[in-house]
């Protein structure tokens, strides 16, 4: 079965099976396709061995350079000469305005990329630190040498095309651009946010890497993220604004990167948060994209039919020229791209003409996109609770400002903006109806499909787990695992494995957490199942769109932070903070998501950010009213930090402990973590 069957919501289009009875692919055939781990089955795109970049076969399906490169060409960059003329320092211009400079040849790559490899030198403190290593920790690594080169490549092509002795170059030709720890860059490490993985070295790139790669873009290294990309909270980097407050994760130095102009831009990867929250806790301007916008192939799993790349960037246009650049179709490296319109329109970088640019929008507040409450207990554990009240009845002074001021901001550009109800994700319906007769009958939902090994699986489970077998994810890890020290080993088998039987780890006799343990779990998901747990996500689909239908409501307004996040904590990252609980819903549906600052607290003085979203594959719409809102309202994604004091140098390495943010203490709360299951789980204790 086609992985993306149970997210086909549009009619016009072919179904998954047509789909499949042309290109004859799966994802079993297709992820992971990289030596030695692909042969033993892997999902793990990064390998054992490097090889240099020149050895990379070409990708069949990936997106032409010439298809790239016209997405970068409309509508224009703004003037070169208006933009130096605001004599701004060069790495505190965005994308754009960089694209321009380096068009008009006013600047060069080299001198650009020069400048933040200087600032990371200063700022960043040592590498390869999983915890406070006294600066930023936004960058794991850098490659200073391959930077520099590229640099020097893309201007010559610049200088050519200037001169009129070669072809015109892409906006992004030149711009330097950071990725996820987790996502594959030939040659180098891709380390997932743990030492566990620092002989995990890809041998190709990953699609998204590639085709910037062919526009010509300075790839200037890899930031930190949360371990094996697992939580929403954070601490391993420091946040832009203050590093001793939290960064946001699991794709924390991207969130940071832009905003301490470390790089121009950055990529970050989601599966259930690890865009949003980064980008919105440093006050950065990103694209949540939906399911299949853009390839998979080449980055570290952690959930299939979930995970997703997105630019996180210093403004709304920068977001939607670095998207053009990774979006497309790509049948063999990820057939969840086949599900996107294709063509997909070139999204905007330009604003709408006129004093009412959001006229005959509707944008809804949903009432039911319930905040969490979290509360240290005595002993030091944490109780979390969903308040069932209207969102912004638990902002905190500064936020509910912010938030009914943006709301106001939003009317005065056009937009009709209105509560109403949304979809209630804790009404699963009744027993008798095998929960199918409420709003959610899969996100969370009680109902146990079948019991395997002694662990129930649920409808989530069911997709996530067969999901995780189609694409040999455990298989992987045990490949990888099998060539690596004993104390790597221990470290991936608790991460990754689970006891047979459904035992704890108070059973006696006791029973070992193995690897052979959770590809039984995952691989014995029946295809019964399976069916029926796609099937419940596609009547969530419907029925959150049918909330926006009956409300007629074409986008959301939510606020995923509701108070001023709290300073790096080793006991909790996310201790007391309230949050949208289910922050994950986005994931579920497959369905686009933006992020960008509007204010900032008068406490600590850091971001306040709001996110749109909408159906899937609504990015044009979402992403052109956060264009046109930053055109009208400049002053917030155009504000910078100070820079810190030269940071004092620290370089524990902290360990992992299981499912919890590598070192970061304790075990989080389990609704800030980035993997389905973990969140199933929780549920399922929370109903006893």
């Known amino acids: 079965m086609h992985d993306s069957d149970l997210l086909t919501t549009t009619v016009d289009e072919p179904t998954p099976v047509e789909r499949d009875e042309a290109t004859g692919v799966s994802r079993r055939g297709f992820v992971g396709r990289t030596g030695a781990a692909a042969a033993a089955g892997a999902v793990l ?41 605001l004599n701004k320092p060069l790495v505190d211009h965005d994308v754009v305005e960089l694209a321009s400079l380096l068009q008009a040849r006013e600047i060069t790559s080299v001198a650009l990329t020069q400048a933040y490899l200087d600032r990371i030198t200063k700022f960043n403190g040592p590498f390869e630190v999983y915890g406070d290593n006294g600066g930023y920790n936004t960058f794991v690594r850098v490659a200073t040498t391959e930077a520099l080169a590229q640099a020097a490549a893309a201007d010559s092509a610049l200088d050519a095309a200037k001169a009129g002795t070669g072809p015109a170059q892409p906006y992004l030709c030149g711009v330097p651009i950071a990725v996820k720890d987790s996502v594959g860059v030939a040659g180098r490490t891709a380390g997932n946010g743990t030492p566990a993985f620092a002989n995990n070295i890809a041998i190709e790139d990953a699609t998204a890497v590639e085709r910037l790669r062919t526009l010509g873009v300075v790839l200037i290294g890899h930031t930190i993220c949360s371990a094996f990309s697992g939580v929403i909270a954070g601490n391993f980097a420091g946040n832009a604004w203050n590093k001793d407050y939290v960064p946001g994760g699991s794709s924390q130095g991207s969130g940071a990167a832009p905003i301490n102009r470390l790089a121009a831009a950055a990529i970050g990867e989601e599966t259930g948060g690890s865009i949003i929250w980064p980008a919105a806790i440093n006050g950065a301007s990103a694209i949540k994209p939906s399911l299949g916008l853009g390839s998979m192939n080449g980055v570290m799993p952690l959930s299939a039919t979930y995970d997703v790349l997105g630019p996180i960037c210093r ?18 490296g990820d057939p969840q791209t ?3 319109p294709n063509p997909f329109p070139v999204l905007p970088i330009a604003p709408t003409p006129g004093d009412k640019p959001l006229a005959g929008l509707v944008v809804g507040i949903p009432q039911t996109d319930w905040m969490t409450r979290t509360v240290k207990n005595g002993d030091g554990t944490l109780t979390s609770t969903v308040v069932k009240e209207s969102p912004q009845s638990l902002y905190d002074a500064d936020h509910k400002a912010a938030f009914d001021r943006v709301r106001g901001e939003l009317e005065a550009m056009g937009a009709t903006v209105k509560e109403f109800r949304g979809c209630d994700i804790t009404d699963y319906g009744t027993e008798g109806s095998k929960y199918l ?39 992987a890890i045990q490949a990888y695992a099998a060539t690596q020290s004993a104390a790597v080993q221990t470290t991936l088998t608790n991460q990754y494995g ?28 029946t295809n019964g199942a399976r069916r029926e747990g796609e099937r419940r996500r596609r009547l969530l ?25 709290g300073k790096r904590n080793p006991a909790n990252a996310s201790d007391g903070l309230p949050l949208r609980r289910y922050n994950q819903i986005a994931n579920d549906l497959s369905w686009p998501m933006v992020n960008f600052p509007v204010g900032q607290t008068s406490g600590a003085k850091l971001p306040i950010s709001v996110q749109l ?13 956060m264009v046109d809102y930053q055109t009208k309202h400049p002053e917030h994604h155009t504000r910078f930090p100070s820079d810190p004091a030269a940071p004092a140098t620290r370089t524990a390495t902290r360990t992992m402990s299981r499912r919890s943010d590598a070192g970061e203490g304790g075990a989080p709360d389990p609704f800030a973590h980035n993997d389905p299951t973990v969140t199933e789980a929780a549920a399922s204790e929370d109903r006893g």
């Open 541 to 565: 689909i419907e029925n959150y769109q049918k909330s926006l239908d009956d409300a007629g409501v074409d986008i959301m307004l939510v606020m995923s932070i509701g108070a001023e996040v």
């Open 498 to 525: 689970r006891r047979a039987g459904g035992a704890t780890a108070t059973t006696t006799p006791a029973v070992p957490v193995t690897l052979e343990a959770q590809a039984n779990l995952v691989g014995g998901v």
């Open 338 to 340: 086949l599900d996107a």
């Open 315 to 332: 403004s709304g246009r920068d977001a939607a020229m670095i998207m053009n650049a990774i979006a497309g179709p790509e049948p063999l």
């Open 437 to 475: 007769d409420g709003d959610n009958p899969y996100y969370t939902n009680p109902q146990v499909l079948e019991t395997i090994d002694g662990t129930p699986v649920r409808p989530r489970d069911a997709v996530v787990f067969a999901n995780r077998a189609e694409i040999s994810y455990i298989e």
């Open 613 to 625: 979203w909408g159906p899937r594959f609504s990015e044009p719409r979402l992403v052109q009213a």
């Open 45 to 85: 795109v990064t390998t054992l061995t490097a090889a240099p970049a020149s050895a990379k076969a070409a990708r069949p399906g990936a997106v032409p350079a010439a298809r790239a490169a016209k997405a970068q060409a409309a509508p224009g960059l703004p003037d070169a000469a208006a933009i130096k003329a």
